[in-house]
């Protein structure tokens, strides 16, 4: 499976659980950490959560391991790395506060 694949995957977990205002960034060209970034938010912590389970559950299924999580516990931003893949699940708040979109903004939108 490709990182395209997983992103692709890891998209469909977020929208199964109602994530709100996904965002892909193709980061490949700017960066060697990974190709994609997604990123999206939850309304609460549990929902964040939730979230965080639902992608690991639905990634590992298809044999895609993680290599770390990051902010679990806390759950206003949980990042989840799955090597070429990296998904950032925000409350609001702290969304607008990193402004990743902005931060990558030399990497490319990408729509699903």
Same mark, same amino acid.
């Given at each position: 499976?490709?990182?395209?694949?997983?992103?692709?995957?890891? /998209? +469909?977990?977020?929208?199964?659980?109602?994530?709100?205002?996904?965002? !892909?960034?193709?980061? *490949?060209?700017? *960066? !060697? %950490?990974?190709?994609? @970034?997604?990123?999206?938010? &939850?309304? =609460?912590? *549990?929902?964040?959560?939730?979230? *965080?389970?639902?992608?690991?559950? +639905?990634?590992?299924?298809? &044999?895609?391991?993680?290599?770390?999580?990051? &902010?679990? =516990? $806390?759950? $206003?931003?949980?990042?989840?790395?799955?090597?070429?893949? /990296?998904?950032?699940? @925000?409350?609001?708040? =702290?969304?607008? @506060?990193?402004?990743?979109?902005?931060?990558?903004?030399? &990497?490319?939108? %990408?729509?699903?």
């Amino acid at each position: 499976m490709n990182s395209y694949d997983i992103a692709k995957l890891a /998209i +469909t977990a977020l929208e199964d659980k109602k994530a709100e205002d996904i965002k !892909v960034i193709d980061i *490949s060209e700017v *960066s !060697v %950490i990974a190709d994609y @970034f997604i990123i999206a938010n &939850g309304s =609460n912590r *549990s929902q964040i959560q939730a979230l *965080s389970d639902h992608v690991e559950e +639905t990634l590992g299924k298809a &044999g895609v391991s993680l290599r770390q999580v990051e &902010g679990y =516990n $806390n759950a $206003n931003w949980v990042l989840l790395d799955f090597h070429d893949v /990296i998904v950032h699940i @925000f409350d609001q708040e =702290n969304r607008l @506060f990193y402004d990743l979109e902005r931060i990558w903004r030399d &990497g490319k939108p %990408i729509e699903f």
